[in-house]
């Protein structure tokens, strides 16, 4: 079982919709959980962090839960620009060096 | 700043063949790791190393070995490569903080083993 497993998609979706991914981890030790956001052939960058109370940075909101251990990302209002791979992300204790386990990721294409 | 830069930026090799990637970061972070992505597949840690001078084994460490002779600088060398070593291949970097946990990634290297 992967440590980390996300739908690869691709969610294809018009402008404007609203599209939600969700992520599962497996250790239940993990005390951090991100999203990060790639775009083609680009290199990973920070999205937003997740907390446990959930949290919402503009059109985005990440939802944790902790006792089924899954991760969720919503995106409303969608733009062309949100066009991107979505990588789930959580800390992997005991690694005492800041050691992140990727998913895959999954393919988001906002169509006009 | 820069943030963190990667060269080359694409590489073609024949099997066999040894090469040396470089990672640099101007952001004065602690820690750097190297990464590998494969299609379908997350990003999976090589090597990484938590100060100057002190590397430690990730997750694929088979067939790699790095160096970190300066803070800002991480290298990571093939010595005889191999078409499953054909990737993408990352560097990131970090604070050394308990509660940061964000990692600062480079532009990538493309490299393919003939």
């Known amino acids: 079982r992967k440590e980390v497993e996300q739908d690869p998609g691709p969610f294809n979706v018009p402008e404007g919709a609203t599209v939600a991914f969700n992520c599962t981890y497996s250790?239940?030790?993990?005390?951090?959980f991100f999203w990060y956001r790639q775009d083609c052939r680009k290199e990973p960058k920070l999205l937003m962090s997740?907390?446990?109370s959930g949290n919402e940075d503009g059109r985005f909101t990440a939802q944790l839960n902790r006792a089924s251990q899954y991760i969720s990302l919503l995106i409303r209002d969608s733009k062309l620009s949100d066009s991107a791979t979505y990588l789930c992300?959580?800390?992997?204790?005991?690694?005492?060096?800041?050691?992140?386990?990727f998913g895959a990721g999954t393919r988001l294409a906002v169509h006009p | 700043n820069a943030g963190v830069t990667q060269t080359p930026k694409f590489r073609v090799l024949k099997t066999g063949q040894s090469m040396t990637l470089l990672c640099a970061q101007d952001?004065?972070?602690?820690?750097m790791y190297w990464y590998r992505q494969d299609p379908g597949m997350g990003l999976r840690l090589i090597h990484y190393s938590v100060g100057e001078g002190t590397t430690a084994k990730g997750e694929v460490p088979d067939g790699y070995n790095v160096s970190r002779l300066k803070k800002q600088n991480f290298l990571l060398g093939l010595e005889s490569a191999a078409p499953s070593q054909t990737s993408v291949y990352f560097c990131?970097?970090?604070?050394?903080?308990?509660?940061?946990?964000?990692?600062?990634f480079g532009p990538g290297t493309r490299l393919t083993v003939t």
């Open positions: 952001m004065n972070h602690e820690y």
């Open positions: 250790n239940s030790a993990s005390q951090s």
């Open positions: 997740v907390y446990s």
């Open positions: 990131a970097s970090s604070l050394l903080a308990t509660n940061s946990y964000e990692q600062y």
């Open positions: 992300v959580v800390n992997n204790p005991p690694g005492g060096y800041n050691k992140l386990i």
